[in-house]
């Protein structure tokens, strides 16, 4: 199985980061925004990490 991280295009709330990382490592892009929520509430880090994702992310290209 070849997996490659993109941006989700099917899950997406604001660009596709939460939802393609739940993808590729196989878990709920809830469980994932929950994450980037509390790092976000815990010094701003997750504010941070998603924009860098989303800016370094490919976009998916539908051939999963």
């Not at 604001?14 to 010094?43: M, P």
Request: aromatic fraction near 10%; glycine fraction near 14%; proline fraction near 2%.
């Amino acid at each position: 199985m070849n997996k490659k991280l993109s941006l989700s295009k099917t899950d997406v709330k604001i660009a596709g980061v939460c939802g393609g990382l739940a993808e590729y490592f196989g878990i709920d892009a809830t469980l994932v925004r929950l994450g980037v929520i509390l790092f976000t509430l815990a010094g701003g880090a997750g504010i941070i990490f998603y924009l860098i994702a989303w800016a370094i992310m490919p976009k998916d290209n539908g051939n999963i």
